[in-house]
């Protein structure tokens, strides 16, 4: 079946490197996303790469895929104290409205100085 | 990309009674999907709203439960009803971005049912 798995809980000194990771078991998703979610506030779309790429990078953001081992990854660098929120790694295999997105359980990022 | 407005942002509720939470979003959509949110937990899909037909649930989700309504192509309401503590969640509603990949979502309704 589908499925997404996060850790729980990431803590990161301001200023390092923050990255968090995601594994899933679906090998036909075509489309993984990041999604951000600060208190309170609904999901934000960090970004997305395409099964076909290997790499994706977004000023502090860099999009890792490892199709072969289904391992996907966020590293956010010089992380800030704005960062602190939960990061939720999604799947999909279409963009299509008839293909149903599955979210990991979510990580929580905190931040120390 | 589109905007949702949902509202209420949060509301605390009696058991027995209903709420009704509403997305509007501020150009037309094909599809609206609501989701749930428990605590601590990764997000569900209840159902795909479709406007002019009944909405399509996913298992575990039946409409006596969580009646939905798309009215318009920019509209749509979920109802959680009878509520007991259990649906004590965050509500979101989201739309297919339509300039990029992905999904828009609402700020999300916290419910506490007590």
């Known amino acids: 079946g589908e499925d997404v798995e996060q850790s729980l809980f990431l803590s990161v000194r301001e200023g390092d490197s923050s990255v968090i990771n995601c594994t899933y078991t679906?090998?036909?998703?075509?489309?993984l996303y990041w999604y951000k979610q600060e208190p309170g506030a609904g999901l934000q779309l960090l970004t997305y790469?395409?099964?076909?790429?290997d790499m994706k990078q977004d000023q502090r953001l860099t999009v890792l895929l490892n199709k072969k081992d289904k391992h996907l990854s966020l590293r956010i660098a010089d992380t800030q104290t704005g960062d602190s929120a939960i990061y939720f790694c999604?799947?999909?295999?279409?963009?299509?409205?008839?293909?149903?997105?599955?979210f990991g359980s979510g990580t929580r990022l905190s931040i120390r100085p | 990309s589109a905007v949702i407005s949902q509202k209420p942002s949060r509301d605390i509720c009696q058991r027995g009674t209903s709420l009704t939470i509403q997305c509007q979003v501020d150009?037309?959509?094909?599809?609206m999907f609501w989701y749930r949110q428990q605590p601590g937990q990764s997000l569900t899909l209840i159902a795909t709203?479709?406007?002019?037909?009944?909405?399509?649930?996913e298992s575990g989700f039946v409409i006596d439960k969580f009646p939905i309504s798309r009215p318009n192509l920019t509209f749509s309401t979920l109802t959680v009803s009878n509520m007991s503590p259990e649906d004590s969640s965050i509500y979101l509603c989201?739309?297919?971005?339509?300039?990029?990949?992905?999904?828009?979502f609402g700020s999300g309704t916290r419910l506490t049912v007590v």
């Open positions: 989201s739309v297919e971005r339509t300039e990029s990949y992905g999904y828009t």
């Open positions: 679906d090998s036909s998703s075509t489309y």
């Open positions: 790469i395409f099964s076909n790429m």
């Open positions: 999604a799947e999909s295999k279409g963009y299509s409205s008839a293909s149903k997105i599955i």
């Open positions: 150009s037309q959509v094909t599809m």
């Open positions: 709203a479709n406007q002019g037909s009944e909405a399509t649930y």
